[in-house]
Each structure stands twice: as C-alpha cells, then as structure tokens.
C-alpha cells in the first residue's frame, strides 16, 4: 500500500496504445511535460521497453499494463486496476484503434467486429469510467483519437471510417454535455500517418500509401497535445487534411466516397 500511494502522486496520464506511432509520441509529450505515465499495449515486452526507455529520458514514473482492448471486459479490468493501485487520471488518452483493409463483402466479419470492440466499445467504457471520476474532481482532459476518416466514407475500410465516424460524434457530444464541468474532451484527426497501422490493417499495397508521402507521427502528436492543453474540441493535424475534409463538407457523399475509393484502392488497381 505504501507503494502504491507513492506511485499515486503527482499528476498521471493514461495513454492506450502507448507503445508506437501516435500514441508513443504522446507519451513522449506528456513525460517531457512532468506528467507520470500508465502506458497500455497488449505486449509486455513492448511496455518494459518503453516504460524503461521513458523513465530513463524524463525521469518520470511509467507503469506499464498489459491488456488487450479487443476484449472490452478488459477495459473494465483496466479501469478496476488503475483505481485499485491508487491512480488518479489526470488525462486519459483513448489511442488504441485498429483497422481492416478489403472490400466488405470479402472481409473478415470476425476481425471487424473485434475492431468495433476496440475502436469503439472499449473506448466508450474508459470514457464513461474515467469521465465520471473527472466530473465529481471538477477537473481532466480527454483527447480521443478520431480521424479524417471520421468526416468521409471510407470504401475498403468501411468498418474502420464507421467506427471513425462513431468517434468524432460521440467525443463532441459529450464535450459539450461537460462544458461546464471543468473537464475538456478533444478530438485529434489525423490523417495517413507513418505508423504500423498500415501493416496491421494489411493495406501496405494501398494507393494511400504506395503513392503518398504518410505524416510524421511526432507531427500530428504534438498537434494533438497542443489542442488538448489549449482546451479545443478538435484539431485536424496537416494542411493538405484539413483541405480534404474542407473539401468533404461541400461534395457530396457518393462524390467523396468515390475519391476515397480511388485513394484506397490497391495500388495494382486488383481487387484483393
């Protein structure tokens, strides 16, 4: 216990996804900021490395817990574990997302219900617990992990751009229902990012990134750390994002669901 009230101390920043890409950088952010960290990812390994890599940099705190999103019961246990172990969530990073690349009627069903579950199920329920704890302190931040793909129809990540979509509205809706509570929820819209998201979708023979030069992903982080310690409600991070989702908002869908369409496509022009 008197371990656990020592590690409670200071402020903390929950990051899932916190061991690559954008969720990485915003880690980095955070620990150059003073916050202490608990970092979320499915591989232990994975987490020992950074965790041990931000401790040694910032010398701040960063606890390290492994679980997988993909089963929502566990974003209850992360929340259950936190709490238990003393925490108190300062910031709460909902970064964890994954997508599935192919046209729908080819895809795996299985894999894309298990990406509504992390995508959005095990975001809602983190939200919801940790939200509720930040309204009765009268204090936190939220930033949620949205996307350009939340603004167009997305052909060959249909599931992807939907679960996207649910994202942005539900992060701005809730937004405005605790405007007056002294916590602030941002959305960050990336767009096309170097990350290992591309792998992991199995779309590395897409067009948007056999033929696009993908975005820093220290870039888009500090434009999302910035909007969040700035109080936004969102921010699109890139010139040439925030002209294509301009560009969505005065086309019509079926125009920007075809223009996505021939972004996304396999490269070789095949259908996969």
Known sequence: MEQQSKRGSGRYALITGGTSGIGYELA????????NLIIVARTESDLANVAGELNE?????????A???FNPDNAFSLYREVIQSG?????LVNNAGQGHYGQFVDTDLQQEIAIIQLNIVSLV???????????VRGSGRILNLSSIASKVPGPWQAVYHGTKAFVQSFTEAIRNEVKDTGVSITALLPGATDTDFFNKAGMLNSKVVQENKLDDPAKVAKDGYDALMSGDDMVVSGIKNKVQVAMSNVMSDEFVAERMNQQQKPSNGDKE
């Open 28 to 35: 980095k952010l955070f620990a150059q900021d003073g916050y």
């Open 57 to 65: 940099a910032y010398g701040v705190n960063v606890v390290p817990m």
């Open 67 to 69: 679980t997988d999103l």
């Open 87 to 91: 925490f108190e969530i300062d910031v």
């Open 125 to 135: 329920i983190l939200t919801k617990q940790f939200l509720k704890d930040m309204v």
